[in-house]
């Protein structure tokens, strides 16, 4: 059969069945100029693929699961699927760590859109450097 009536048959379009051919999901027809030609063999591949997209497989996933097990297999299945082995996903990302505020927090507005938050747990020397930029904050606004 023709690209047209193949695509027609499966329920893709013609495009969709090219890419198919570049993914390696669906194989290359045999070539005879104008007269290329898809048989069934193809179009069952191809109803085997869309019953694999039913079920929200990725593409690798139809991949793998079409190099595991027939076409025909795929078409026969009634009822519930067989369980899918999936390709692993990527390993988790490392968690960041968040600071939980303290009990109680001042806060200062040195400057219109700049402000100064203290913790009531931070150090002395933390505690009387906010104070010298609460202290240069005023000075620099009277300046003004």
Known sequence: MKLDELASKSGVSARTVRYYIQRGLLPAPEFRGPDTAYDDSHLDRLKAIRRLQERHLPLDAIAAEL??????????????????????????????????????????????????????????????????????????????
């Open 67 to 144: 190099a595991r097990r027939s076409p025909s297999a795929i078409l026969k299945e009634r009822g519930a699927p067989p369980e899918i082995e999936l390709p692993p996903l990527a390993p988790p990302t490392p968690a960041i760590p968040v600071r939980v505020p303290a009990a109680r927090t001042e806060r200062r507005q040195l400057a219109p859109g700049v402000e100064l938050l203290i913790d009531d747990t931070a150090p002395a020397w933390a505690r009387e450097l906010a104070e010298e930029l609460t202290d240069l904050a005023i000075r620099k606004g009277r300046h003004r």
